[in-house]
């Protein structure tokens, strides 16, 4: 089973900064990685997959880079509504794995 | 619009079962592999099963081979999961995902059926 390790846990930033998120996999994973972003009481969304395409209706503040085991989520401007935990997740091997999220919290 | 609603949730004690639903809009279902994905209260993300197309193809997490079985009915546009055996650690909120048009990745879910296992 592939790990996916996220980072930092929390991370704390003031609106219009920068937030950069990380993603670990234990082993290539190529570029199929996807990243979400979930709200507290909603379902998560898709933002980015094959690790830099943005989903359809996503904002291009949010972007994601890297391919083999090393993945980053920016999101260039914080605005209020992307106060969330954010959740990577591979989708290379079987079984599909996901990170244990990084919760981006107002500073 | 694509649309995934799941019901079914409920209290269950240990040891018993319960079957999920997902009716599925929006988007031709049959075309499409789908997937179950968990949350248990206050934790992260956690697949569960897929189910390809036409049922050919069905993979599970280790923790719930043989407990749980993913089918579903293209002519009624919906993805079902059956759950026995269940115990306490199944205790989650249940999303119904679709899967994405480039890549098995999740681009649509459901809002997610609470299913609690307790005595």
């Known amino acids: 089973e592939i790990v996916m390790t996220q980072s930092p846990a929390t991370l704390s930033v003031s609106p219009g900064e920068r937030a950069t998120l990380s993603c670990r996999a234990s082993?290539?994973?190529?570029?199929?990685l996807a990243w979400y972003q979930q709200k507290p009481g909603q379902a998560p969304r898709l933002l980015i997959f094959g690790a830099s395409t943005r989903a359809t209706g996503i904002p291009a503040r949010f972007s994601g880079s890297g391919s083999g085991t090393e993945f980053t989520l920016t999101i260039s401007s914080l605005q209020s509504e992307d106060f969330a935990v954010y959740y990577c997740?591979?989708?290379?091997?079987?079984?599909?794995?996901f990170g244990q999220g990084t919760k981006v919290e107002i500073k | 619009e694509v649309q995934l609603v799941e019901s079914g949730g409920g209290l269950v004690k240990p040891g018993g079962s319960l079957r999920l639903s997902c009716a599925a809009s929006?988007?031709?279902?049959?075309?499409?592999?789908m997937n179950w994905v968990r949350q248990p209260p206050g934790k992260g993300l956690e697949w569960v099963s897929s189910i390809s197309s036409s049922s050919d193809y069905i993979y599970y997490a280790d923790s719930v081979k043989g407990r749980f079985t993913i089918s579903r009915d293209n002519a009624k546009n919906s993805l079902y999961l059956q759950m026995n055996s269940l115990r306490a650690e199944d205790t989650a909120v249940y999303y119904c995902?679709?899967?994405?048009?480039?890549?098995?990745?999740?681009?649509?879910w459901g809002q997610g059926s609470l299913l609690t296992v307790s005595s």
């Open positions: 929006g988007f031709t279902f049959s075309t499409y592999s």
């Open positions: 997740q591979q989708y290379n091997n079987w079984p599909r794995t």
């Open positions: 082993q290539s994973v190529s570029s199929n």
């Open positions: 995902a679709k899967k994405g048009g480039s890549g098995f990745y999740f681009d649509y």
